[in-house]
């Protein structure tokens, strides 16, 4: 597989890889543990959307490989918007797919929950100028010393206060401060992609995940523990290691993350089962207020119960999205659709072939 590597932000990870040589992209955004090759459809797709006319760009970010355990969706989205307007300035997208998988599914939600598709410069009224993420987006994000240029801080702060408004922020991008992207000699005009669909694959819910791997008691300790860190003020420090039984690599878990991850109504908390209909539509109708979007489900998804009924639950989340979803269940797909690569590119392509719009 071949491509482009290329740094969206100053932050040592803050990297990138593109293949083809396109101008409308397609955002691939893994699940917890994954990086750059995670799914093994990775290689396949990208030959399939290179013969549509789209590059497909794998995106890392801090939450990465082993970094998930102490990092957030809300920073996770503020570097996915550092990537889109790295995207329009230096590779002159036009158009957008964001594409989760597992766990980037919430981060996909979280980005689109937060207006960080719309651009700032284009309405006076955009949700995303005025919004200012919360505290587990300001956690950790500084993305380099005070040195480096306000431009720099703002694009790496992404809506923060930092730089006052996200308009702002974009401004200062758009003059040619940020040298995050293609470097000091970049100073040329950007482009600001428009967000044309998002695919969910493999949509499911982590702490139904975790709970089934751990022992009532053991968990319920453990959350505990957590919930009390956080009160106390302590939810960035490390409440315990990934059992080794659920994760081989033992990932370091801060107690603000396990809550979120495993307590009900935590940040991560987007697709279990016991929602109500009415907490999943608050929850996911962005997504389809902001484009088209795909439900992906695997019909043998090995981190749900062999008894859940997949069909039942892609039928769900797409009612939750709204009238601008639809769904689609791979027939016995594992979660990262190994062995069916070929059915699942194909449905992925189709889709976004159905929101492309016409090359100019």
Same mark, same amino acid.
């Given at each position: 597989?071949?491509?482009?590597?290329?740094?969206?932000?100053?932050?040592?990870?803050?990297?990138?890889?593109?293949?083809?040589?396109?101008?409308?992209?397609?955002?691939?955004?893994?699940?917890?543990?994954?990086?750059?090759?995670?799914?093994?459809?990775?290689?396949?797709?990208?030959?399939?959307?290179?013969?549509?006319?789209?590059? +497909?760009?794998?995106?890392?970010? $801090? %939450?990465?490989?082993?970094?998930? &355990?102490? *990092?957030?969706?809300?920073? /996770?989205? @503020?570097?996915?918007?550092?990537?889109?307007?790295? +995207?329009?300035?230096?590779?002159? $997208? %036009?158009?957008?797919?964001?594409? &989760?998988? *597992?766990?980037?599914?919430? /981060?996909? @939600?979280?980005?689109?929950?937060?207006?960080?598709? +719309?651009?700032?410069?284009?309405?006076?009224?955009?949700?995303?100028?005025?919004?200012?993420?919360?505290?587990?987006?300001?956690?950790?994000?500084?993305?380099?010393?005070?040195?480096?240029?306000?431009?720099?801080?703002?694009?790496?702060?992404?809506?923060?206060?930092?730089?006052?408004?996200?308009?702002?922020?974009?401004?200062?991008?758009?003059?040619?401060?940020?040298?995050?992207?293609?470097?000091?000699?970049?100073?040329?005009?950007?482009?600001?992609?428009?967000?044309?669909?998002?695919?969910?694959?493999?949509?499911?819910?982590?702490?139904?995940?975790?709970?089934?791997?751990?022992?009532?008691?053991?968990?319920?300790?453990?959350?505990?523990?957590?919930?009390?860190?956080?009160?106390?003020?302590?939810?960035?420090?490390?409440?315990?290691?990934?059992?080794?039984?659920?994760?081989?690599?033992?990932?370091?878990?801060?107690?603000?993350?396990?809550?979120?991850?495993?307590?009900?109504?935590?940040?991560?908390?987007?697709?279990?089962?016991?929602?109500?209909?009415?907490?999943?539509?608050?929850?996911?109708?962005?997504?389809?207020?902001?484009?088209?979007?795909?439900?992906?489900?695997?019909?043998?998804?090995?981190?749900?119960?062999?008894?859940?009924?997949?069909?039942?639950?892609?039928?769900?989340?797409?009612?939750?999205?709204?009238?601008?979803?639809?769904?689609?269940?791979?027939?016995?797909?594992?979660?990262?659709?190994?062995?069916?690569?070929?059915?699942?590119?194909?449905?992925?392509?189709?889709?976004?072939?159905?929101?492309?719009?016409?090359?100019?």
């Amino acid at each position: 597989m071949q491509g482009t590597l290329f740094k969206y932000a100053s932050r040592p990870s803050a990297v990138a890889f593109k293949t083809g040589n396109h101008t409308r992209h397609v955002a691939l955004v893994g699940g917890l543990t994954d990086g750059f090759m995670f799914a093994p459809i990775a290689a396949p797709l990208a030959k399939a959307l290179d013969a549509a006319a789209w590059s +497909l760009v794998q995106v890392q970010l $801090s %939450s990465s490989y082993q970094g998930f &355990g102490i *990092s957030s969706l809300d920073r /996770d989205a @503020a570097e996915m918007r550092e990537l889109v307007v790295c +995207l329009g300035r230096d590779h002159s $997208s %036009s158009h957008l797919v964001l594409i &989760g998988h *597992s766990t980037g599914c919430q /981060d996909v @939600a979280r980005f689109l929950q937060r207006g960080f598709h +719309l651009d700032p410069a284009a309405s006076d009224d955009s949700p995303a100028k005025e919004q200012q993420t919360g505290d587990h987006a300001a956690e950790g994000q500084t993305g380099g010393t005070e040195g480096e240029g306000a431009a720099s801080a703002v694009a790496v702060q992404g809506a923060l206060a930092v730089a006052g408004t996200m308009e702002e922020a974009v401004a200062a991008l758009r003059a040619g401060g940020d040298e995050s992207c293609a470097g000091a000699g970049s100073r040329r005009k950007a482009l600001w992609p428009t967000v044309v669909g998002s695919i969910l694959q493999a949509p499911v819910s982590d702490r139904e995940w975790l709970t089934g791997y751990l022992p009532p008691n053991d968990i319920s300790a453990l959350l505990q523990t957590a919930v009390a860190m956080v009160a106390e003020g302590r939810g960035e420090e490390i409440v315990c290691r990934m059992p080794a039984h659920i994760l081989a690599e033992r990932t370091p878990m801060c107690a603000d993350r396990l809550v979120a991850l495993a307590c009900k109504g935590g940040d991560d908390d987007m697709f279990s089962s016991d929602l109500t209909d009415e907490e999943l539509k608050a929850i996911l109708a962005p997504v389809g207020a902001a484009a088209p979007c795909l439900v992906l489900v695997s019909g043998a998804d090995e981190t749900m119960a062999a008894s859940v009924d997949k069909r039942a639950v892609a039928e769900r989340l797409a009612t939750a999205v709204g009238a601008n979803a639809s769904f689609v269940v791979t027939p016995d797909a594992p979660h990262n659709l190994e062995g069916l690569e070929s059915q699942a590119v194909k449905v992925m392509v189709e889709f976004v072939v159905s929101v492309s719009p016409p090359l100019s």
